[in-house]
């Protein structure tokens, strides 16, 4: 991926589509994955200590994920809530594609893969579970953050996983500066050099 990045909006490398095996939900199945998007070959290992350690989804309403890639946590909350309305999002066209193959292959029909700007500005959100891109940079990790906690639902939780070197404290530190006092943050979690990090709004 030659100047190329998993956040490119439309990726110029070929699409080489290939099945691979992988485990959601307690369950194997046998999903679609390609070049040009986050972790194509598996879970990484930040998403499975997120998915270790988050408790078990709202049963209905709006959840989302941010940075969806192939869909791991998007499919995970699916399967988990069948009668949620799932938003994976992501800008990589192709992994949105990904999430949409993937899902019909499992029969959900609960998830909406779609980028950024086409989720209604009215729709808010029951939990939010993310692996957010990092790698992004601050600025816009930062901007995406404010973009997407303060549509929790009161009384909701976000879940994302940071690696430790790679600014999960120093991240932390900015959402309780820069999120209002209805919000509480907390590290739920340390494990294999990643943070999972709670934002719980009041």
């Known amino acids: ?21 992988v485990r959601l939900a307690g369950k194997d199945y046998e999903l679609t994955t390609a070049n040009g998007i986050f972790s194509p070959e598996r879970i990484d290992a930040g998403t499975q200590v997120l998915l270790a350690n988050v408790p078990t989804p709202p049963p209905g309403g709006n959840l989302l994920d941010i940075g969806a890639g192939w869909g791991p ?45 086409d989720v209604p500005d009215d729709v808010s959100f029951m939990t939010i579970w993310s ?41 932390h530190s900015w959402m309780q500066a820069t999120f209002p006092g209805d919000y509480a943050f907390s590290r739920a979690t340390t494990s294999k050099g990643y943070r999972v990090l709670r934002a719980h709004k009041n």
């Open 1 to 21: 991926m030659a100047n190329e990045h998993y956040f490119s909006s439309s990726p110029e490398s070929e699409a080489r589509l290939r099945q691979f095996h």
């Open 131 to 171: 692996n957010p891109p990092i790698r992004v940079g601050k600025n816009e990790l930062h901007s995406l953050l404010e973009k997407w906690i303060p549509r929790l639902e009161p009384d909701s939780d976000a879940w994302l996983v940071v690696q430790r070197n790679l600014g999960s404290d120093s991240l």
């Open 73 to 117: 946590i998007a499919l995970t909350l699916a399967l988990e809530s069948p009668r949620a309305t799932v938003w994976a999002v992501d800008v990589n066209e192709r992994a949105l594609d990904l999430v949409r193959r993937n899902a019909e292959t499992l029969g959900l029909i609960n998830i909406n893969a779609v980028l950024p700007q």
